[in-house]
């Protein structure tokens, strides 16, 4: 069975902090993703990776970096926290060639006071 | 770009009401749609899927959704919804052939009366 796992299930962060999210995934998935889920905008691209070292910026990397260093784990960097950057934050993987679909994590639910 | 719009925020129903959640996209190109769904508490998982074929696909618990090439649509579907249907659910499109990238709509929160 499929699984994405993430570091976390709730974080809570000061503001100028540097915050890390990890993900993790067992499938040997190329394709991994990082979005962020707010009420009301759906989901929204922060960044996505399609081999290790590779990386492609979302819809909005503004204030966010990436790191993938290993197949199975995708990381997303947070460089210095803001209180806009509160938020769900779900991680996705894609199969092979052809597949298109998305399995996701269960999100981390980052709170920057 | 690719967008999605879906029409509905909110959607109350009675159960055994039928559905029927709008979703519209704008790339006119080769596309690969979803419709995923979060119940309360719980990940993304997937709905159903649009490749290529007939443009009635039909996925999980019951629900089913048309691909309407010319309206660039894809309404997800049920004829008699359930208390457990209660859940966020979202569109999804490819961003053009040979993409893995999608663009989520906002969601549409559907509440169940029993």
């Known amino acids: 069975d499929v699984k994405v796992t993430q570091s976390s299930r709730y974080l809570v962060k000061r503001t100028g902090e540097k915050v890390f999210l990890e993900c993790v995934q067992d499938m040997d998935h190329e394709n991994m993703f990082w979005y962020r889920q707010d009420p009301g905008l759906g989901l929204r691209l922060i960044y996505f990776?399609?081999?290790?070292?590779?990386?492609e910026k979302g819809d909005i990397p503004e204030g966010y970096s990436v790191s993938r260093e290993k197949k199975e784990r995708f990381s997303l960097i947070l460089e210095s926290a803001s209180t806009n950057q509160t938020s769900m934050y779900l991680c996705?993987?894609?199969?092979?060639?052809?597949?298109?679909?998305?399995?996701f994590g269960p999100g981390t639910r980052l709170t920057v006071t | 770009a690719q967008s999605v719009s879906q029409h509905n925020h909110h959607v109350i129903l009675s159960e055994a009401a039928s559905l029927e959640l709008g979703c519209n996209y704008s790339y006119g190109g080769t596309v690969n749609l979803f419709w995923y769904v979060q119940y309360p508490g719980q990940h993304l998982q997937l709905l159903l899927k649009y490749f290529s074929g007939d443009p009635l696909v039909k996925g999980i618990k019951g629900f089913e959704a048309e691909f309407i090439k010319s309206k660039f649509s894809f309404n997800l579907r049920k004829p008699s919804v359930q208390w457990s249907d209660t859940a966020e659910y979202f569109c999804?499109?490819?961003?053009?052939?040979?993409?893995?990238?999608?663009?989520f709509g906002k969601g549409t929160k559907l509440s169940v009366i029993p």
């Open positions: 996705a993987s894609i199969g092979g060639r052809l597949t298109y679909e998305q399995y």
């Open positions: 999804a499109v490819t961003n053009g052939a040979g993409s893995y990238q999608l663009t």
């Open positions: 990776s399609y081999d290790v070292k590779m990386k």
